[in-house]
């Protein structure tokens, strides 16, 4: 009975010095409102000038990272009253980030012509499109951030983690998406924002639980403590499947990418080299090979391949001839892309040649542009003659006189 007395104490006070850890960092103080405003300005800043350094300085800066474990602490021995002073200051601090990116950074950035739809920067586009790795990293941030706070020896890592979870962006890229209004290219950011509020808190709780037995027995005995969690789970789930749909995507564009880049190297090369038609036809000159390849949702659709070219026939090609370099084409991917099979069209362009006289087309080049080479040095010894002569008059009429 004195070993449980004792370890009830134990377990006391180490509920006391975790909550003393985590005094006040669920407030909604100037601080926080201060920190927010900051990291919300530079990291809009960074995005719309595409600097990665800049971005990172502003998830260093931002206090999202201590509500957010605060909350995890909250749900554990169950209190709900810390509970929502940690997501009210969460919602305040992406409150302030939206309005700051959306309502004055977004506007002036589209006013000035720096942010356009269709030229956006690659940090902006790269959270515009999350999966399924952005909720594996923000749920190995989770736990990290909370093993440094029950671990002193671990709180070099915090920065590193407050980087790698990346609260604040995808709340910017959000703003500035909408202060288009972009709505549908907002959803990116919002479920990468999402995807991150979860992963933090479902690994911080696992790391608390595993490592802290006061919070594995709270989960165990306390309806309180087990029900945020279930609700944790169950919006990580839901998130997970839209980022599941959006993982697919990627992959088949990756896939895509990668066989599109083989298929026309080998294309635009059989055609330039190995066909009669357009790689030794004086009359046919290729100027372009354009590619037509269809996106996630078009994936049933045939892709297809224009060629432009400049011909003096407005006969040639000749629909046989198309016809059979498309079915070379289509028997040659067979093998490797069983199935495939592309389209050919060809644009002709018809050109016709003037020219002038015909000239003499046997000349001696070299001694050609010797006689020029001569003639100009003669030219520029006439060119100096008359400043020469002027100079010897001046001198002879000096020295004519009587004291020269």
Known sequence: M????????????????????DDGEERLNESFIVLTIGASLIASLGLVADNNAVIIGAMVVAPWILPLRVAVFAILIGQARLLSRSLITLVAGAGITLILSMGLLGLIARTQGVLV??????????????????????LAAGAIATYAKVNPGAVSSMAGTAIAVALVPPVCVMGLMLSGPDISSAQGPALLYAANMLGILIGGITVLAIREPYFRDKLRRRRRSRLPVLLALGLAVIVGQKLYGRY???RFKLNTEVAQKKIESEIRYYLKNETLTFGANDAVELEKVVFDWPNYWEQNQAPSFQ???RSLDPKLPSYKQVQNIQDTINSRLSGQFPGLELQMQVQRINVSVVEGTEVDIEVDLEQIFNDADTSLVQAQVLEDEPKDRAENLIERTVCSQTDC
Do not use: C
């Not at 004195?2 to 850890?21: G, I, M, P």
């Not at 269709?118 to 594996?136: H, K, Y």
């Open 2 to 21: 004195v070993v449980d007395q004792q370890s009830l104490l134990e377990k006391q006070d180490r509920l006391e010095e975790l909550q003393r850890s």
């Open 117 to 138: 739809v269709e030229a956006l920067p690659e940090q902006i586009i790269a959270r515009l499109e999350p999966n399924t790795f952005d909720l594996g990293i923000a």
């Open 248 to 250: 697919d995507q990627y």
């Open 307 to 309: 060629v432009v070219v």
